[in-house]
């Protein structure tokens, strides 16, 4: 006999915990974890889904072969954004031959030119700064990245031709990613009938952009050279609705992750001033030479790392982690049955006190948990993040810049920089303004 999972309180005649859910999610996750424990069930608008925490169920989470544990299921409303044929619109064979064709995109020789890019792009960034001023971290970073991201994905041609268009067909496309596409991403609304006149518009600037480099012969480092020089197993080349499939998705997966993260970082430099001195050495000893940022020095930066590392535990950008059930999932006594969601949420479990001593204070020198599966802000299993090394080198390589040249401070008090999750990726709340300082400037 399985033992009933716990349902959660508060469910609505008809809608069950939707509306709380889509208003304010990690509140409500936190509410039913701390009411059930390590396993519960709620009700979104008829989609049962089940939440686990801690190492142990995660775990079993990540374990669980797609065939089972289906994210391709789960993440339906990715399909018209990323568009059919890519990804999980593509059947499995082919999504596994894609994101083979993305880590390619992130070997080492095509890292090295990343991080010269991003070094490049962070100079610029503070190029018009003066003395001393103050600036919004979330706003900054989200545009900073746009930026590297576009740069890393498809040349220094289209970065620097980089339109208004583009930044609109970008919001156009996530705005199409509202909650109400987890239960019906085709539905008659204006959002997503924008959403997939953006997506369209999308492919034809990408594919001008194609045409032109294939007619030049011109060979670039960046990941659209990867895709335009991939083959499937059979030979075939990828074709252009897909290369721009491939574009979204990686820019997608890339970007709010990174930039929330870099903001996160950044503020918890900010609110932690005794550890700067050391910090600051650490990142002045990289520009020692004069050259650009290698590989090699970016990964030599324990603290800053530690500091990384840390605001990923505590802030870790994705918290609603799913998988569909596809035949009755056993976990210990429980049965999950096929047809529901099951979902992990790293922002509950990385404040496990059994896992993380004085879970909530910010230590970036906190030694790893004893359990892998504590820790999971990239994921584990066969869906760990492919982008986690790039995402860091990003993070280093944009802070290690602004470190070497500016001091930064909380122009609010400590406690008032909060945080929310809009559209299911963890973000500051606003305005989250920072007051920067060249350095060796003091009043
Ligand atoms: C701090 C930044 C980032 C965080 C916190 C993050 C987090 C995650 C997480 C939690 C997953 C697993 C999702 C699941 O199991 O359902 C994931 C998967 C993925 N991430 Fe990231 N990510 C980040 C940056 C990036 C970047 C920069 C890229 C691309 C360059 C990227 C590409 C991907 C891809 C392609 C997958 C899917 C892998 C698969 O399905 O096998 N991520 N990421």
Known sequence: MSTPIPFVSGAQPGTGHLDEFNATPLEFMHRAYEECGEICEFDLGGLRTILLVGPEAHEAFFRTPDEQLSAAQAYQMMVPVFG??????????????????????????????????????????????????????????????????????????????????????YHDLEDGLAPSSISDPYQDAERFRRRDRARERLEELITERVHQRRKSGDWQHDMLQVYMDSTYKDGRHLTDH????????????????????????????????????????????????????????????????????????????????????????????????????????????????????????????????????AEIPFGGGHHKCIGNAFAILQVKAILSTLLHHYDFELTQPPESYGEIMPALILRPTDPCVLRYRRRGKRD
Request: one cysteine or more; charged letters at 25%.
């Open 242 to 373: 897909e290369i721009t499939g491939m574009v979204i998705w990686f820019m997608f997966a890339g970007h709010h992750t990174s930039s929330n993260t870099t903001a996160w970082t950044l503020l918890e430099i900010a609110r932690n001033p005794r550890y700067k001195e050391r910090l600051f050495a650490e990142v002045d000893a990289l520009f020692d030479g004069s050259e650009p940022l290698t590989l090699r020095g970016l990964r030599e930066i324990p603290l800053l790392d530690g500091f990384i590392r840390e605001a990923l535990r505590l802030h870790p950008p994705l918290n609603a982690i799913t998988r569909r059930v596809m035949s009755d999932w056993h976990y210990k006594d429980y049965v999950v049955e096929a047809g529901k969601n099951v979902m992990v949420c790293p922002h509950i479990s990385h404040k496990l006190p059994e896992h993380f001593e004085n879970p909530e204070q910010f230590d970036p020198e906190r030694p790893a948990p004893d359990n892998l599966f």
């Open 84 to 169: 059919e044929g890519i990804q999980y619109g593509a059947p499995p064979e082919i999504e596994r031959q894609q994101l083979k064709m993305q880590i390619k995109g992130l070997k080492h020789d095509r890292m090295v030119n990343y991080a010269e890019v991003i070094e490049q792009e962070s100079e610029a960034f503070i190029d018009n700064w003066s003395e001393s001023g103050e600036f919004d971290i979330y706003e900054a970073f989200t545009s900073l990245t746009l930026k590297t991201s576009t740069h890393c994905l498809l040349g220094s041609e289209f970065r620097y031709q980089l339109t208004d268009e583009f930044a609109e067909l």
